[in-house]
């Protein structure tokens, strides 16, 4: 009878060759995968995929299930420096996939760890590989004001989305600071010039200014993989179309906060007529404008991730590896987390989807325009 189509992973290590990782998705109709009639055996469990290695590739089917299938522990107390209000997920994957290593290693894989856990030195590394999983980043603007005057609350009609499926909407902003002095003004460049003659004389100002648009980041809640916070943050339309050198999207990488900072030139040649025994003061301007701004980043995330064990200490060589379902591993992650009185709430799964929700602020300060301001008094 033809096999039926399921999800099996197999890989194979011999000496210090490189392993090899083969996907098959045969299962055979009498119960027996197709499988265990080479050298190697492939059994699941729900969420996971089991350990395969050189070692135990005599195992029979329900030999290696048996190994598989035991009640995994629950998760140790994760005691890193970040605080609850973030998690790891590299570290949640690298905590199941060691449990699951100790309940199924072989007894020569089982002294190696034992050998580095008593001398307190590096023997197995454990890589994990993320190619198969998906990340998918959506970003809600919740607040845009102007810091410098007062406004309202803004409804929730006015919240503003970078959904490109989104069909946009009128949005009710504050009124933008008008030129009465409402902006900030930066003085990029002034010089005089002075007219000792009875004629009237014109000079010409010309100079080139850089400055700097700043857009300073803070998170409270959100997930890193390993010591990156790894979101991206969409910049806000209002922002974007004030031209002021800002890319579409920022990358955050700093659960502490981070600032970007982008250049922009601001360019001048002006003719500046001077009374007779006059002199006069010429500037150039730049008015700046500064923003505050609340956001929500959604990521959903979902596949499958990998990890792979090696020997360090014999040229790492492979021992075993394994791969789970993302959804699977941090729903024991939370259901252990939950047991402790620490739910995360930002954290939901559904539909063999995580869904993570970072919330952080940001202040935007950049300049929206140019002037040349001139003053003229008598000498005396």
Known sequence: MAPQLSRHRILAGHNNE???TLLTSMRSTSGVPSSCQSNMAACRIPGTWSFVSSENRHLGLRECCKRTQREIPDFADYSGEMPKTFVNVEEVVKNWAWRLYDRTATRKQRRLREKEKRKSSTYI??????SDVKFRDHTTWMRLTYDNFVDGPIPESAIQTNDASAVPSPVARPTPPTASGSSDVCVLFQTKFTNNTKDPQEYTMRTEKTTRSTCSTSVETGFTRGIDLGVTLKTPGEVLEASAGYHRELSL??????TFEEELTWGVESVIKVKPEHVAE?????????QSGDFIITTKISGTVYVTFTNVRDNNSFLKATGGDVASIMEQYL?????KGEPLEFVTIQDDTVTM???GSCRFRYGIRQEVKVDQCALK
């Open 18 to 20: 490189p392993h090899r």
């Open 253 to 258: 990488t700093n659960s502490e906060g981070e």
């Open 125 to 130: 590394n454990l890589t994990v590989d993320w």
């Open 357 to 359: 929700v970072t919330k």
């Open 335 to 339: 259901e252990t987390e939950r047991r």
């Open 282 to 290: 010429a500037q150039l301007v730049v008015k700046e404008r500064k």
